[in-house]
């Protein structure tokens, strides 16, 4: 390969292909140029992409679909556009649902929240009326707590 310098952000490398003539066994497997110059090199005669070269799975996606007819490329189109209208679809329905549940989910806090807050005030004003000396069956009229929760006040 050749490497030339078109300025501080532009580079071009040149590949010579015909001159990479390493075998599948000999790839060093985390170099991934030296895995996309095997499979630029050897594409025409490989059917899938071999195990050890995932990283350069894509590779042979592109191909395929390069080699296509255009009544293919259209079907093709068509299915990957169909597929990302229902993930689309699918992701809304889901982070509409989780916005609505925590929706749910607040009000319920606020109702026993407020729940909570009642409570307490009635257990106060029955503590209060206690000490004032009123009677526990005024104190049970008025608070709506039960005979042992004021004895326990």
């Given at each position: 390969s050749r490497k030339v310098e078109l300025g501080?952000?532009?580079?071009?490398?040149?590949?010579?292909?015909?001159?990479?003539?390493?075998?599948?066994?000999?790839?060093?497997?985390?170099?991934?140029?030296?895995?996309?110059?095997?499979?630029?090199?050897?594409?025409?005669?490989?059917?899938?992409c071999p195990e050890s070269l995932a990283s350069v799975k894509h590779l042979f996606e592109a191909a395929r679909i390069?080699?296509?007819?255009?009544?293919?490329?259209?079907?093709?189109?068509?299915?990957?556009?169909?597929?990302?209208?229902?993930?689309?679809?699918?992701?809304?329905?889901t982070d509409k649902g989780i916005a609505e549940g925590i929706e749910i989910g607040r009000e319920e806090g606020r109702e026993e929240g407020r729940e909570e807050g009642r409570a307490e005030e009635r257990k106060l004003m029955a503590s209060k009326l206690k000490a004032m000396g009123v009677g526990i069956d005024v104190i049970i009229e008025s608070s709506g707590l039960t005979r042992e929760e004021i004895e326990k006040l």
């Open positions: 501080r952000l532009l580079t071009l490398i040149y590949i010579e292909l015909p001159k990479f003539n390493k075998k599948l066994d000999e790839l060093d497997k985390g170099n991934f140029l030296e895995n996309i110059y095997f499979c630029l090199r050897n594409l025409y005669e490989l059917k899938n390069a080699a296509m007819d255009s009544q293919a490329k259209i079907k093709y189109i068509h299915m990957i556009d169909r597929e990302r209208d229902l993930r689309n679809q699918f992701q809304f329905a």
